[in-house]
């Protein structure tokens, strides 16, 4: 990211209780992502209908601003939406433009979303509430729906600004996924839709495209981006997008590949300031689906070498492109374990709607199913894990704005482990996953990261320990559970753990329960004297 982005928006983008008017990327680092597709999420009249996944379902930006308190409840302060151009109109052999990504005219808004006014509206809401707003956008392509026969016949002329043939490269298809020049100069995935691809090294492209976001950006007052498909425009026209913007960007690299990622975030000239982190994606994926945690391990390890700055990456395991993470395992233990991992890890945390209610789709479109099937239940695992998880780690940040400056220390990864301490050594949050399932067993392993006697809580059982000389506490594993423990004096002031038991051997009888740990607790706090500690 350009030194200019960084100047001044920091301290008004953290003071402001309100909105920062230019989000740059250290005030995005403390932020929590929640990633809404707009037409799955919720609808103008909080319809509950069904719909077949290729269609639209309806969703509107009205119907998420009246949903709000949805995703502030799980302490997300940060929404990832749709696209909001105007798409095509037609219906498709791989069906309608329900996702926004198949833009026509990006000088209107979406109407099949909603208005202008709401738009601006949901802006408002969102602002009031101290949440920002990150807007997917596609400069790679603009769609056509097309008969298959190739080379594809399109009308230029339909496309606004884009209304002429010359802001294209020629058709071709792309097939070589390993030559740059064929991926970003050639067309992606002809089938259904044309995708014609936008000549962005083109001058009066870059003209077109950095004025349109400019625009975009205040009109809408927009904090920050999601750039779609960027590995597919060339490296020289995302920087300038980027910074004619004036707000933060994700771009979309998709590869698990250490150098081919870390590229884009070079130490000596950023082409982006950030990118969703799918190196670590691949791996936490295996990690839970018969592999180990070793390889997750080096892959960090190797970003923090390669990349500028692996802390405006974005974390996630889930997201609108990839099998939902209980289409391949849905023991819901292992999904609290990354959901954990998610939250907790370096990075600005990013989960996909549906992820807290342990939804189970595969393939686009499955994983797009519709948010209101679950009753928007706020009562479910997923649902009060990420409300603990995002408190735990805004009280970290608030306690101790170091904690968002350093990588973490990675404490163990192992077979079946994965621990790791962030944050200042006076103030440190750590937290150890594992992939033994539900069915794990019990059994006490010691992780490091404290000091000597630090008295700690383990947040997500609400049980307390002291650390011992080296400043190890024992971890009671069992049933799988992930572990996150920070100081016990961290914890005043907050509501988090308002009942805190001893921490002991779990039984092996299966799971025990955080609130069946925390009612027994209540006892206990009394007995030792740490009732101070009922807020
Ligand atoms: C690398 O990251 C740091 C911290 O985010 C940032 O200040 C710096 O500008 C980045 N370097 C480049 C070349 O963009
Ligand atoms: C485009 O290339 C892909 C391989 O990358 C191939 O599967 C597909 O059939 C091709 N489509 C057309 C329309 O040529
Ligand atoms: C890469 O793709 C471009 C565009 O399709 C092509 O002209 C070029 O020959 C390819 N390069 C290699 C090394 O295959
Ligand atoms: C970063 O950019 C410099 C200058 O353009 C280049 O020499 C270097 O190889 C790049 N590093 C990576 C990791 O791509
Ligand atoms: C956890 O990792 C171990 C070691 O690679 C593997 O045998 C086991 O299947 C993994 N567990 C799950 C649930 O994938």
Redesign the pocket.
């Known amino acids: 990211m350009r030194s200019s982005l960084l100047t001044g928006a920091i301290a008004a983008a953290l003071s402001f209780s309100g909105y920062a008017a230019a989000a740059d990327t250290e005030a995005w680092k403390s932020r929590s992502i929640y990633q809404v597709m707009i037409d799955r999420f919720a609808r103008t009249d909080g319809g509950e209908v069904d719909c077949k996944l290729y269609e639209f379902c309806g969703g509107t930006w009205k119907g998420l601003t009246n949903k709000l308190d949805y995703i502030q409840g799980m302490g997300f302060d940060a929404i990832q939406i749709s696209p909001v151009n105007k798409n095509i109109d037609e219906d498709t052999a791989v069906g309608e433009p329900y996702h926004g990504y198949w833009s026509q005219d990006l000088t209107t808004v979406n109407p099949k979303f909603g208005t202008k006014e709401d738009l601006k509206e949901l802006v408002d809401e969102l602002h009031k509430r101290d949440m920002y707003l990150m807007v997917d956008v596609v400069v790679n392509h603009m769609a056509q729906k097309f008969d298959?026969i190739?080379p594809p016949k399109v009308d230029y002329s339909k496309f606004k600004p884009f209304n002429n043939e010359k802001y294209f490269h020629s058709y071709c298809?792309?097939?070589?996924?390993e030559n740059s020049t064929n991926y970003q100069n050639c067309w992606l995935?002809?089938?259904g839709v044309a995708l014609a691809d936008i000549k962005t090294e083109s001058p009066d492209v870059v003209t077109l495209f950095t004025k349109w976001i400019k625009d975009l950006v205040s009109t809408y007052s927009i904090d920050g981006l999601r750039i779609d498909a960027a590995k597919h425009v060339n490296d020289e026209f995302l920087p300038k997008f980027v910074e004619a913007s004036g707000v933060f960007a994700f771009g979309e690299v998709l590869t698990g590949v250490t150098e081919d990622m870390c590229r884009y975030q070079n130490k000596s000239k950023n082409l982006l300031p950030g990118m969703p982190n799918y190196l670590d994606f691949y791996p936490l994926n295996e990690a839970f689906n018969g592999g180990g945690f070793e390889r997750l391990g080096e892959t960090r390890a190797q970003a923090v070498d390669s990349c500028n700055d692996t802390l405006a990456l974005g974390t996630f395991i889930e997201n609108h492109d990839m099998p939902r993470f209980a289409s391949q395992n849905d023991d819901l233990t292992i999904a609290k374990n990354a959901m954990t991992y998610v939250i907790m890890a370096d990075g600005i945390p990013t989960v996909y709607q549906g992820q807290e209610q342990h939804f189970k789709g595969g393939e686009t479109p499955s994983n797009r199913e519709p948010l209101w099937t679950s009753k928007y239940d706020t009562t479910a695992p997923l649902y009060v894990l990420a409300q603990t998880l995002n408190k735990v780690r805004k009280n970290a940040i608030k306690k101790s704005p170091d904690y968002l400056k350093k990588t973490s220390k990675v404490l163990i990864a192992d077979t079946n482990h994965f621990c790791q301490s962030k944050g200042p050594a006076d103030n440190a949050v750590v937290f150890c996953i594992t992939n033994k399932s539900s069915k794990g067993d019990s059994y006490e392993m010691s992780v490091g990261g404290f000091k000597d006697s630090d008295e700690v809580v383990e947040v997500i059982s609400c049980a307390s320990s002291t650390a011992d000389g080296l400043g190890q506490v024992n971890a009671f594993m069992g049933a799988g559970e992930p572990k996150i423990w920070v100081k016990k004096s961290a914890l005043e002031g907050t509501d988090i753990c308002p009942k805190i038991t001893v921490d002991g051997p779990k039984e092996d009888s299966g799971a025990v329960s955080a609130k069946g740990a925390a009612s027994a607790g209540v006892l206990m706090a009394a007995v030792l004297g740490t009732a101070s500690l009922l807020l």
């Open positions: 298959n190739v298809n792309v097939t070589e996924w995935y002809p089938y």
